[in-house]
């Protein structure tokens, strides 16, 4: 079977001196380049077998660290990596990604299950096996740009956070997808606080 890319830009919250820097390798509900979506816990089985790797630019002979968190939480697949500073592309990974010149990611798999819709002709990603995780120079989907995050004093309202999500760089849809995840995962009559709440923890991972 053959292995698949799907690519997203991150933002970094940080690159720290270490080398250890976050980010999202996929996003839920949110329609790739290539029509497909990828459904929670798509990744769960996987990784519960192995971690993936942490490669530069999908080159198997290229390590360049390794990942020593990965998880599905309410957004996607949060990812947080540790280059390898002491090699020379590990180096090179760390200053480019300070410097914001590289900021992609893009996930290898292989399909397990998934669903076609012939309608839409939309592929749905039920359960993958992830072999691999990229630092990309162009990714896909250039969308996640953050300026700033608001405190949670400052969103009064679900279309403050839309709005908020919309300025850390998500496109309207993809705002509206990740606010629909999160009221469909807490209760129906949940008020905006508990919501605000949600998308303020997620939201700090993108934060520089």
Known sequence: MQTKRLEFSFEL????????????????????SYDDIVEPGAFVESLNV???ALLWQHRSGEPIGVYTEIKEDNIGLYMVGKLAL?????AEAYELMKMGAVSGLSIGFQTREDSYDKVTGIRTLKKVDLWEVSLVTFPANDSARVQRVKT???MKSINEIEDC???AGFSRTEAKAIISRLQFLGR??????????RVLKNLQILQS
Do not use: C, M, N, W
């Open 165 to 167: 999500l919309r300025d």
């Open 86 to 90: 002491k090699t020379q592309r590990g």
């Open 50 to 52: 192995r971690k993936p």
């Open 188 to 197: 129906r009559d949940a008020v905006e606080e508990e919501i605000k709440e």
């Open 152 to 154: 949670f004093e400052e």
């Open 13 to 32: 919250k940080s690159i720290e001196e270490d080398g250890t820097f976050t980010g999202y390798g996929s996003v839920f509900g949110v329609k790739d």
